[in-house]
């Protein structure tokens, strides 16, 4: 099982920056699909972006595609989700999700995840 921690969540005005971190530990995470996920208050969790285990191919949704960046290093064992032009619907605590199969594309089906972080929180405000 990898245990993930993610951080670097908080409170920024729109238009604003944020750094998120995802730590892995436990077992490797250089061979599996690592992606990002979000759940706003009152809503489902929604996927955000993914990338794969050699951080060659990525994807995004729609809604953050231009503005939110995915990156791994793999060495440290760290996935990083760097945030800009953020807005208020944003705002939801973020997961870190690990797909625990090795040499795989990214996904953005949450079913293929096995290992989930607790969640880091992040508020924009208008």
């Known amino acids: 099982q990898v245990r993930l921690v993610e951080s670097g969540g908080g409170l920024v005005q729109a238009g604003g920056s944020l750094r998120l971190s995802c730590a892995a530990s436990?077992?490797?995470?250089?061979?599996?699909?690592m992606g990002w996920f979000r759940r706003a208050p009152g809503k489902e969790r929604e996927f955000v972006t993914a990338?794969?285990?050699?951080?060659?191919?990525?994807h995004y949704a729609d809604s953050v595609k231009g503005r939110l960046t995915i990156s791994r290093d793999n060495a440290k064992e760290m996935v990083y989700l760097q945030m800009n032009s953020l807005k208020p619907e944003d705002t939801a605590v973020y997961y870190c999700?690990?797909?625990?199969?090795?040499?795989?594309?990214?996904?953005?089906?949450?079913?293929?995840?096995?290992?989930w972080g607790q969640g880091t929180q992040v508020t924009v405000s208008s």
């Open positions: 999700a690990a797909f625990s199969a090795s040499y795989r594309g990214p996904t953005s089906d949450p079913r293929n995840y096995d290992d």
């Open positions: 436990g077992r490797t995470i250089r061979n599996y699909s």
């Open positions: 990338i794969a285990w050699n951080g060659r191919a990525t």
